[in-house]
Structure formats: C-alpha cells, structure tokens
C-alpha cells in the first residue's frame, strides 16, 4: 500500500513564524500535490510538483512556498505564518507523469495547522 | 473557482438504507473522481470513472456519470455505520494543467 506520512499531525505557531511543513511518499510517485482544506471550501490547491525541482502553482500559492529536492519528499513553507492559514493542510501523490490522467491521488493524514 | 458542487450538504439515515450523493460540475472533463474522508483524517480515493463510462461499481458503491447533464451520482448501498464521512468528487478539467477540482463535499451520517 502506498504511504504518505505528514510529519505532524497537530501544529501551532505564533504569527510571523517561518512554518515548515513536511511530506514524504513512498512509493516512487512523481506527481506531488500541497493542499488546504477548509470547512466549506472543499480543497484548494496551493502547490504541486510533477518531479523533483520543479514546481507549479495551484490556486492560493500567496504566502506559501514549497521544495522537492528529492522525488519522495515536498516541503511546504509559510514564510511568515498568519492567522489566515490556520487551517488542515493535506499533501498527496500519484503515479502519473504530468500528461498522463486517470490517476487517483494517494492522501497524507493531514496536519492541522493552528496560527495564534 | 469550484467546479464540483455535491448535493446534498449532509445526509443522515439509518443503517441498512441507501445513501445517494450528487455531483455537478461545469466543464468538460477526462475523468471524476470520489473520495471518502473520515473525520479529522486524509481522503481516500475511492471510484474514478472516465468520461466515455456511463456507470462503474466497487463493492456496495456504485457511481454513474452522465456528461449531457454534467453530473455524477454516488450510490453507497446497504449503508453502515463505518460508512458515516465526508464524500467529494473531485474533476480532472480536460485541457486543464492536472489540477483536480474539488466540491465542498457531502457529510454522509448513519444512525445505528
């Protein structure tokens, strides 16, 4: 079974923190995907990467960066966390390469993010 | 913008009934995709059915599309308790860059 592990599953920063967050997939998938999930709101798409070093922006990439340095890990960074991004973050992979489709996406626990 | 809209918002009935879930969205797509996500955890995938299937099947689920009406339907027959979550569809946009686009889900309850 494929494995995406988020490093925490429960976070709480101070504003103005440079917040890292950590997600490692198992399975040699290439696609990697960084969203955040709000009530109400489904899932927006913050980043994703379709191989290591290369990144494209989702929908909210204001105020996030992210890194793929290896093909199983994409970081995500708030570089200087606000109240706003309080909210479940959740990263994903997929198998596919970026023109294949019709792969499912392979989900982390998430992690819940709490900016005071 | 959200092109997946799930109809109902929540559901709650008893177990053993069946629960069906909708989805419409706006554009033409490749395929639709559902998940199943239990509370405060990650999404599981559960059905993806491409755009030349009419109807698809996995167990007690049992998901149809129809393009015409840009619309897809969840069946979960013979409901359980552990099938009490949050259900999404999610669209991969045809000419889009893969960039799935998510409904704000349906909270699916079922009573004991």
């Known amino acids: 079974d494929v494995k995406v592990t988020q490093s925490s599953r429960y976070l709480v920063k101070r504003t103005g923190e440079k917040v890292f967050l950590e997600c490692v997939q198992d399975m040699d998938h290439e696609n990697m995907f960084w969203y955040r999930q709000d009530p109400g709101l489904g899932l927006r798409l913050i980043y994703f990467s379709y191989d290591v070093k290369m990144k494209e922006k989702g929908d909210i990439p204001e105020g996030y960066s992210v890194s793929r340095e290896k093909k199983e890990r994409f970081s995500l960074i708030l570089e200087s966390a606000s109240t706003n991004q309080t909210s479940m973050y959740l990263c994903?992979?997929?198998?596919?390469?970026?023109?294949?489709?019709?792969?499912?996406?392979?989900f982390g626990n998430g992690t819940r993010l709490t900016v005071t | 913008s959200q092109q997946g809209e799930e109809d109902p918002q929540a559901l709650s009935i008893q177990e053993g009934e069946n629960a069906t879930m909708n989805c419409s969205y706006k554009?033409?797509?490749?395929?639709l995709q559902w998940y199943r996500q239990n509370s405060g955890r990650g999404l599981v995938h559960l059905i993806l059915i491409r755009s030349n299937e009419r109807e698809k099947h996995s167990g007690r689920l049992r998901v149809t599309l129809d393009t015409s009406k840009k619309s897809s339907s969840l069946l979960i027959t013979a409901s359980r308790a552990a099938d009490t979550a949050s259900y999404f569809c999610?669209?991969?946009?045809?000419?889009?860059?893969?960039?799935?686009?998510w409904g704000a889900g349906t909270k699916l309850i079922i009573k004991p």
């Open positions: 994903a992979s997929s198998p596919a390469g970026r023109a294949v489709r019709n792969s499912p996406l392979h």
């Open positions: 999610a669209t991969d946009v045809k000419d889009s860059n893969y960039q799935l686009i």
């Open positions: 554009t033409s797509i490749n395929n």
